[in-house]
């Protein structure tokens, strides 16, 4: 019973070692690989099982490098890491390539060999439109506001102290001249009456003499 026993686990165990090689291999030897292009200057890539045409669930180790079209510059060795915007199959550079147009190519080493290349143009990016010239912003509420001066005309200062002095000094001026009209109306009157009571006596005094 017990040799039974074993001898049917050695058998699953050697089912299992030649079960797994096929699992492995079920994909294929191969991986495909096609860049896509650019996004924002990194550069993208699909990577599949040649195969069958499934994604890679896999950690894929492959090189990235990009030369310029006329050759005078060359970027990388980059790695290549998940996309997380794009599709499972999608990978994409953690670095970035400048405005330019870039002959690049994707190696991958794991878990299966894959080349793809392709020619990406990256766009010059211009800066966002710088603001005008900073206007006066509005008051707060609440807040007083002064009026300013237009060129040339006179400034209005605080009124002065001494326009209720000249409008004091008015009032006595006027009741000086109404009382200095008073008396020399009053002043001629009493002269009339006192001329008057002369000429009376004078006259008297000569009728007296006439009579006399």
Avoid: C
């Avoid at 924002?40 to 045409?53: L, M």
């Avoid at 090189?63 to 790695?79: C, E, F, H, L, Y």
């Avoid at 996309?83 to 878990?111: I, R």
């Amino acid at each position: 019973m017990r040799i039974r026993i074993a001898f049917s686990a050695v058998l699953t165990a050697l089912g299992l070692m030649l079960l797994t090689p096929v699992a492995a291999h079920a994909h294929g030897d191969t991986v495909k690989v096609v860049v896509t292009g650019q996004r924002t200057g990194h550069v993208t890539a699909d990577i599949t099982w040649e195969n069958d045409g499934d994604a890679v669930d896999e950690t894929v180790a492959a090189t990235v490098n990009a030369i310029s079209v006329d050759g005078s510059r060359t970027m990388g060795p980059w790695r290549l890491v998940r996309d997380p915007a794009a599709a499972p199959a999608g990978w994409t550079t953690a670095e970035t390539l400048p405005p330019g147009s870039w002959k690049v190519s994707v190696d991958v080493g794991f878990p299966a060999l894959g080349h793809g290349d392709l020619e990406v143009a990256v766009p010059v990016v211009d800066p966002a439109p710088g603001t005008g010239a900073p206007t006066a912003s509005a008051p707060a509420p609440g807040t007083p506001t002064t009026a300013q001066p237009s060129a040339g005309a006179p400034s209005a200062g605080p009124p002065s102290a001494a326009a209720p002095a000249a409008s004091t000094a008015q009032v006595p001026a006027a009741e000086t001249e109404g009382y200095a009209v008073w008396w020399t109306t009053a002043g001629v009157a009493a002269t009339a009456l006192a001329g008057a009571a002369v000429g009376l006596v004078l006259r008297r005094r000569r009728m007296r003499r006439r009579l006399g």
